[in-house]
């Protein structure tokens, strides 16, 4: 009976919390909006909702990396890619849900502290030194940092190589330093709350992407003499595993959306239907572009490098270039928030004077973006050095520790979902993740994408102009 009165105790702070946090907002709405809930401001930037986090994550969990799917199944053969595909997505979903399980775990213990959140966004690394301690709350901050960072790196090099395919008369490196000073723009974005507008527009162009990648591919037919080898070389087959690791792990902003929902114990099952959609987008469009086109795709990391030009094509670049913008404010935002706390300056209420703040997290993305162009390659090396311990080692690990003893699993905010009643089996699943993304994610794939990595520096160079580009007209004759 006092666990039950516990419980709902606890539910009663997290529900007045959200109520309050809610009203508070809507406050604000009516105050800008003529008195208006529903004002043009409210609808358009200020979102909380189960749907704005829907759209958050379904919009941010596939941008650019839509174009590189392609070239891993030319890696590892079209069965492999679809399977992995779905593994990998099943895997990204449980994780996503033990981070949501945690964050209301640590809010709860903090609520019982009376701790106020106003004007704080809570993060990952402050999930885990809450519940974990300093150390954990170190190497959260590394790795979630470090792959944030290389993350809008690739958002930034995926803008330079889709927009040569309308425009050649730049080079690749050229347009890597205009859109890095277009994407600094997104320092004006104060937090995840005002995405609503761009996450909604951002999944409509990579759904419209995905199914011009897929009807195009159909529409051209394969190519004369197509091949299919995949696979063929196990460096190869690893390194596309780990890209499609990569691709169903982006949820190391999952703590900030969570954050910026009117009620964050909704969003558990949220990642697993933006997930669900995703797939509608991945598998139908690598597999056609992968049967069109065969082996042709281990030289063209970029699926719009063998797809003739023509006004649908060119209106995919231009999307797909508007999302990866949406997509680096993603990425970027929590660094920028992390930036803000070192400075002191977290709680400003003025956006002109954090937008000043931030504008240093921007250029070192754009110097490594101009060190390392290689689209492709670069996301199977951040996958397995970087992505399989932030989101998927990392939250298995600080989900058993939390609740290893039988007092927190009895107190837990959170119990085991219906799906997986038993602690037993949870902590079997978590166990497996960690020894599979470990040896294979992180040891097998580590090892192959470094190797094509390195291959992409011995073969283009650091600093390269123009990376996987056809030869001049001069060059071909010569």
């Known amino acids: 009976m006092a666990g039950a009165r516990g419980k709902q105790a606890e539910e009663a702070i997290v529900a007045n919390l959200n109520e309050a946090e809610a009203g508070e907002h809507e406050e604000k709405d009516e105050e800008k909006g003529g008195h208006s809930i529903f004002s043009v401001k409210s609808i358009l930037w200020h979102g909380g909702s189960v749907y704005d986090a829907w759209f958050s994550c379904a919009s941010n969990q596939v941008a650019q990396v839509l174009l590189t799917l392609p070239y891993s199944f030319s890696q590892m053969g079209m069965l492999s890619g679809i399977i992995l595909q779905i593994f ?88 890597t330093y205009i859109f890095g000073a277009c994407c600094a723009t997104t320092v004006f974005i104060p937090s995840f709350h005002n995405y609503r507008i761009w996450s909604f527009l951002g999944l409509g162009m990579t759904t419209y992407t995905a199914w011009y990648l ?91 490098s063998l797809l003739p030009r023509s006004g649908w094509r060119d209106v995919a670049v231009i999307l797909m270039l508007i999302h990866q913008f949406i997509t680096f404010g993603f990425a970027c935002t929590p660094l920028y928030f992390v930036w803000e706390k070192v400075l002191g300056m977290h709680d400003t209420k003025s956006i002109c004077l954090r937008a000043v703040c931030r504008l240093p997290v921007v250029v070192p993305i754009w110097f490594l973006a101009i060190i390392f162009p290689f689209f492709g390659p670069i996301n199977s090396a951040v996958g397995s050095l970087l992505v399989s311990f932030t989101v998927y080692i990392i939250p298995a690990l600080a989900h058993m520790l939390t609740y290893k003893s039988a007092s927190a699993r009895q107190n837990a905010a959170e119990k085991p979902p219906f ?19 470990f040896v294979v994610g992180f040891g097998l794939g580590g090892w192959a994408s470094m190797t094509n990595f390195i291959k992409q520096v011995d073969t283009f160079g650091l600093f390269a102009k123009c990376y996987q580009c056809p030869p001049s007209p001069s060059l071909k004759h010569h």
């Open 88 to 175: 990998y997505g099943v895997l990204g979903s449980w994780t996503a849900y033990l981070i949501s399980v945690l964050y209301i775990e640590y809010r709860n213990r903090k609520e019982k502290e009376n701790v106020s959140f106003k004007n704080h966004v809570i993060q990952w690394f402050e999930v885990l030194d809450g519940l974990l301690g300093p150390y954990w709350k170190a190497v959260g901050l590394a790795f979630n940092c470090t792959f944030l960072l290389f993350g809008s790196v690739i958002q930034l090099i995926a803008c330079a190589s889709n927009i040569y395919y309308i425009n050649d008369k730049l080079d690749k490196r050229t347009w």
């Open 214 to 304: 897929t009807i195009a591919s159909i529409v051209h037919g394969q190519v004369e003499g197509v091949t299919h080898h995949g696979p063929t070389k196990l460096v190869l087959y690893f390194t596309g595993a780990t890209n499609i690791l990569y691709t169903f792990g982006g949820h190391a902003v999952t703590v900030e959306i969570m954050h910026a929902m009117w009620k964050p114990q909704k969003f558990k099952s949220i990642y697993l239907l933006a997930t669900l959609f995703v797939f509608t987008l991945t598998i139908p469009s690598a597999t056609a572009v992968y049967w069109a086109f065969g082996d042709q795709l281990l030289n063209h990391s970029n699926a719009f």
């Open 419 to 437: 799906f997986l009643p038993s602690w037993t089996a949870i902590y079997a699943v978590n166990t497996f993740i960690v020894i599979w993304v």
